[in-house]
T-cell receptor, first 115, second 110 residues
Framework: DTAVSQTPKYLVTQMGNDKSIKCEQNLGHDTMYWYKQDSKKFLKIMFSYNNKELIINETVPNRFSPKSPDKAHLNLHINSLELGDSAVYFC??????????????FGSGTQLSVL | SQELEQSPQSLIVQEGKNLTINCTSSKTLYGLYWYKQKYGEGLIFLMMLQKGGEEKSHEKITAKLDEKKQQSSLHITASQPSHAGIYLCGADDSNYQLIWGAGTKLIIKP
């Protein structure tokens, strides 16, 4: 079984649409993350949830809204998609947060293309 | 703010040759991680280094953290096509959050 799974793998949509990316982890981890990878392959954290509570909310447009129904799921909903939102989005999880040296487990990524 | 600089940005190496990728920080690193990303896949954890002077090896990949804990190198010996991918270094900043280098794209020529 895949430890961190996110769907869909590819998402092509028109500007202005609303879309969601789902993420699930079966590792029993307390913390989940969303990262955005830009065209230069640089990974930047967007959100972090610990036991369903938001703990990191970086400077991200409020069109992006994470939702964590339980600690095994962290979904990313994006409203009014813009061209600049095109990127690969990675979901990740770790045992805990606020502790150094926590190993992250990543999903395989969702390539979002906004046309 | 702390930044991680990776070099080179990309690397083309003949199969069988050795190579080194570097990761440099502007401040002391609390924990340094190496990940590998294959095209279309997620990030795969390779190694974690914590102590100054620490060195770890896994198969043909060796990672080192210098004594000052500001620079790490990833060395691959006798490279193979399976080593191709993007290598990312990450580190804990003083707020326990991960920061990332921009990645090094490695291509292995047969």
């Amino acid at each position: 079984d895949t430890a961190v799974s996110q769907t869909p793998k590819y998402l092509v949509t028109q500007m202005g649409n609303d879309k969601s990316i789902k993420c699930e982890q079966n590792l029993g981890h307390d913390t989940m993350y969303w990262y955005k990878q830009d065209s230069k392959k640089f990974l930047k954290i967007m959100f972090s949830y610990n036991n369903k509570e938001l703990i990191i909310n970086e400077t991200v447009p409020n069109r992006f809204s994470p939702k964590s129904p339980d600690k095994a799921h962290l979904n990313l909903h994006i409203n009014s998609l813009e061209l600049g939102d095109s990127a690969v989005y990675f979901c990740a999880s770790s045992q805990r947060t606020g502790v150094t040296n926590e190993k992250l487990f990543f999903g395989s990524g969702t390539q979002l293309s906004v046309l | 703010s702390q930044e991680l600089e990776q070099s080179p940005q990309s690397l083309i190496v003949q199969e069988g040759k050795n190579l080194t990728i570097n990761c440099t920080s502007s401040k002391t690193l609390y924990g340094l991680y190496w990940y590998k990303q294959k095209y279309g896949e997620g990030l795969i954890f390779l190694m974690m280094l914590q102590k100054g002077g620490e060195e770890k090896s896994h198969e043909k990949i060796t990672a080192k953290l210098d004594e000052k804990k500001q620079q790490s190198s990833l060395h691959i010996t006798a490279s193979q096509p399976s080593h191709a991918g993007i290598y990312l270094c990450g580190a804990d900043d003083s707020n326990y959050q991960l920061i990332w280098g921009a990645g090094t794209k490695l291509i292995i020529k047969p």
